[in-house]
């Protein structure tokens, strides 16, 4: 009896070469829609689905390979010989071969301007009930997803008994990851469609971007894998315009920078980050200009950071950044004068990301032994005025756009922590301190004497005063705080004490 092969994909890359391949290695070709007609049009020997099972596609095509002659011929096994019996006796033939690619239901969604009824009509149903029927039965049958597999399958074919049951269980095993992947995308449309909240099943699914050198360290192994359909500001979705390949902490380091930066919105702003947290932040008029003082916040520990922009990186800013050793400068864009400046530099990874933040994305997940932890993103926002003033001297305008942008830095540093600032620009950082007095220690005495005058932020309250009699001695004029100690009043009189103002936001901040 003939080899059979079904075919039957929406991604027809290369399909008429593969179809080929088959025809000379004596397979019939059975095939539905697009398919067949592409075939046909190639001059590729092609039966039609509906031939073979005597019953016409219906409901819009919504069925065609639903059908006992196709799933019998898929499911059969060939050691069995009850299963060849009941063939013969329905006149029925084995499928040897499988090819199928689904919907693009993922490309669909993808389309800020779909509809509803477009999504539902790129569920694919027929597709993924063949591919787990062929790989069920992988002892006796080939099944395709990937177009980028074709060559390899038509050389295992041609082999010593028309291929092998270990290479058919590698295939099936792809086919499992995808169909599993493609229903947690529609799952994970419908949780957004219907709303829901915690659902009883959290499912995500990635796709591989590229194998890494190493994890956090030259022993641990580890990859980059990428959301399905992740849009606007992300290092997932970055263009890697020069430099070598990124590593594990550089994407970590890079994530950290993106996420800070974008705070400031249209506001040019530069950050600069080692180990995840910011070690200079700076704003200004000009991205130039917003480096500029990210840079002297703290010129020592730049060295060998990240820097993310959220300014088209031009010529001035390149000249600056040329002479310092980056690992990695992230940015909307590069201007081709930037670009010559800065690709000299041999090793320095540019990378071209949106600044959009993507309004859906808005889980957090954290991965524990056994288990994940998984939480709305911290995308709290103070503004003026949410701010309550506790002091008997009240900020200024100035002070409170200070103690604001100090607020959006401090956000994003490993508590305990405490920010420094004073004229847009970072002074001094604290990060990940077993309490609260060491890290404002850290911070002060990065900042020097320019914590005079200067404001500070605390990512959550202050459960003694100490802190805040340190920052008196520092010379602190302004303080921004959540709040919510049962000894806030101690610290507010502390403050009074020293004519520093004080305003909470009633909003913690905590990052571990």
């Given at each position: ?88 006796e329905r006149d029925i033939a084995p499928i040897d071969v499988v090819v199928v690619n689904l919907y693009p239901f993922k490309e ?198 990240i820097v993310a922009l959220n300014h088209e990186v031009d010529e001035a800013t390149a000249d600056q950044l040329k002479d310092i ?188």
């Amino acid at each position: 009896m003939k080899k059979r092969a079904l075919l039957s994909v929406s991604d027809k890359n290369n399909l008429v070469p593969f179809a080929k391949g088959l025809d000379e290695l004596g397979y019939e070709l059975i095939s539905t829609g697009g398919t067949l007609k592409k075939l046909q049009e190639a001059g590729v020997p092609a039966k039609g689905v509906s031939e073979i099972t005597g019953f016409d596609e219906i409901l819009d095509g919504r069925v065609k390979t639903l059908h006992p002659i196709i799933h019998a011929g898929l499911l059969a096994r060939r050691d069995d010989n009850s299963h060849i019996k009941q063939l013969a006796e329905r006149d029925i033939a084995p499928i040897d071969v499988v090819v199928v690619n689904l919907y693009p239901f993922k490309e669909t969604i993808a389309n800020p301007e779909v509809t509803e009824e477009d999504a539902i009509e790129n569920i694919d149903i027929g597709g993924p009930t063949m591919l787990r029927a062929a790989s069920k039965n992988f002892r006796d049958v080939t099944v395709v997803v990937d177009p980028a597999d074709y060559d390899a399958v038509l050389e295992n074919l041609g082999g010593e008994n028309g291929g092998t049951s270990a290479f058919r269980k590698t295939l099936a095993a792809k086919v499992f990851r995808h169909t599993a992947n493609y229903d947690a995308m529609i799952a994970n449309y419908f949780v957004d469609i219907t709303g829901t909240e915690d659902p009883e099943t959290f499912t995500q699914t990635f796709e591989k971007i590229q194998s890494l050198r190493y994890g956090e360290n030259p022993h641990q192994q580890a990859s980059f894998y990428k959301e399905g359909n992740v849009k606007g500001a992300s290092i997932a979705n970055a263009k890697q315009l020069h430099g070598k390949e990124l590593s594990y902490n550089n994407i970590q380091d890079a994530n950290a920078a993106l996420e800070i930066v974008l705070e400031f919105g249209e506001q040019p702003a530069a950050v600069a980050v080692k180990h995840m947290n910011p070690c200079g932040v700076g704003i200004g008029e000009t991205i130039s200009e917003a480096f500029q003082k990210a840079y002297q916040a703290d010129p020592v520990s730049i060295f060998g950071g990240i820097v993310a922009l959220n300014h088209e990186v031009d010529e001035a800013t390149a000249d600056q950044l040329k002479d310092i050793f980056l690992e990695i400068v992230i940015a909307p864009s590069f201007s081709e004068k930037a670009m010559e400046i800065l690709t000299v530099k041999k090793n320095i990874r540019l990378l071209e990301t949106s600044m959009e933040i993507n309004e859906t994305d808005n889980k957090k997940v954290v991965s524990v032994i056994g288990g994940l932890l998984v939480q709305d993103r911290d995308n709290g926002k103070i503004s003026a005025n949410d701010l309550e003033i506790v002091t008997d001297r009240q900020p200024d305008a100035k002070e409170i756009d200070e103690l604001l942008f100090a607020w959006k830095v401090v956000k994003h540093v490993k508590s305990n922590a405490i920010v420094v600032a004073k004229a847009d620009q970072t002074l001094g950082v604290g990060a990940g301190q077993m309490n609260r007095v060491g890290a404002a220690a850290i911070a002060f005495e990065q900042a020097g004497d320019k914590a005079n005058g200067a404001v500070m932020a605390s990512d959550a309250f202050f459960p003694m005063p100490d802190t805040v009699e340190n920052a008196a001695k520092a010379g602190i004029k302004a303080i921004i705080q959540p709040g919510g100690s049962i000894r806030d009043q101690d610290s507010i009189d502390e403050c009074n004490k020293h004519g520093i103002a004080m305003v909470l936001t009633k909003m913690r901040h905590f990052k571990h």
